[in-house]
């Protein structure tokens, strides 16, 4: 486990890289060009600064954001200071499972390949509420939309990497908050549950939803024989828009362990590593952070709630399908 010492002072691990080192740095050198991703929730944050930073090193970024004015800024932010940056803009709202359908059928009509999905959007600590589906809001935008885009993207991924020769790569943010959860990991029989809410457990089961998510995909690429890599990272603690429900409490907290906190430069950079950097290639099933590899917690690592997770989660989309 890395020390708060090399959190503090930035001390490089055994990649090379530390909590100090930003997305430009881990990427320096890499020519990216023949690339294709996606780049979830790309209008803002880390994941603005990722789909900056995947176009400096020649990869046709497609963002993916509910705010399309938003997302067009930043596209338009990210051309201004790299004019041949490729950049495409495309509505998605991953709390939406017609949404996400919608944004799959959009990108197909581009007819282009797909080497890297960043599953990197999120919402964080939010007051109870429900999904257009009727789903728990942060384990239907942060997992359960995530889940199914992924499952959507896949086909093209598997003929991308396969034509192509170039291994694929798909990366879940995920956060040290997944060891903050409910008992039992997952509350597949209480996901809705007003009563027993608490709105930073269910970010930290979500979050520990997106590293099993990633885990057993990881686990069945490999059992197939797919050319695709995936892995989970935590960017690290950085003030974004992702507070907005929490901001004194948060800030206060700030105050308090301010030599811990990153910029979004530095943010980014554990996303942008696993995403590009070529000591990545054939690693796949583990967790990240400032871009060297951590073990996550014990429900993290359970295979059986990870197959659990799974087919609850296959479960739950066809049923909102069907309704």
């Known amino acids: 486990m890395m020390s708060i010492l090399a959190l503090i002072t930035g001390k490089t691990g055994p990649s090379g890289f530390g909590s100090a080192s930003t997305a430009d740095q881990v990427t320096d050198g890499i020519n ?18 990722t789909s900056r930073v995947l176009a400096l090193r020649g990869v046709h970024v497609v963002i993916g954001a509910r ?31 017609k949404s996400v359908n919608e944004f799959v059928k959009n990108f ?18 939010c007051p109870y509420q429900l999904s257009e589906d009727g789903i728990e809001i942060q384990f239907a935008t942060n997992h359960l939309g995530h889940f199914h885009l992924t499952n959507l993207l896949l086909g093209n991924m598997r003929n991308t990497a396969s034509s192509t020769g170039i291994q694929g790569r798909i990366v879940n943010l995920s956060s040290i908050a997944h060891v903050h959860t409910y008992d039992g990991g ?20 979500s979050k520990l939803a997106n590293l099993l998510h990633a885990n057993e995909l990881s686990r069945r690429l490999q059992e197939e024989g797919a050319n695709i890599t995936v892995n989970s990272v935590h960017p690290g603690l950085i003030m974004t828009n992702l507070f907005q ?8 907290l700030k105050l308090l362990t301010f030599l811990l906190w ?29 871009c060297n590899e951590m073990k996550p917690s014990k429900y993290a690592r359970n295979e059986i709630l990870a197959k659990q997770l799974w087919d609850f989660s296959n479960k739950l989309i066809k049923s909102i399908e069907l309704s």
């Open 262 to 290: 990153k910029n979004v430069p530095q943010g980014a950079a554990t996303t942008c590593y696993a995403a590009l950097h070529p000591s990545m290639k054939d690693v796949t099933g583990k967790y990240y952070l400032d």
């Open 108 to 125: 197909n009509a581009l007819d282009v390949p797909l080497n890297i999905l960043i599953n990197n959007a999120g919402i964080m600590f």
């Open 32 to 49: 990216a060009n023949n690339l294709t991703a996606i780049v979830t929730g790309g209008a803002s944050g880390i994941g603005l600064e």
């Open 186 to 205: 997952i509350r597949f029989d209480k996901l809705n549950d007003k009563k027993e809410y608490s709105d930073k457990k269910a970010y930290g089961q």
């Open 245 to 252: 429900y929490s901001g004194f409490v948060i800030r206060s």
């Open 67 to 97: 705010n399309s004015k938003a997302a067009n800024e930043a596209k338009e932010t990210i051309l201004k200071d790299n004019g041949s940056a490729r950049i495409d803009v495309l509505k998605l709202d991953l709390c939406s499972i």
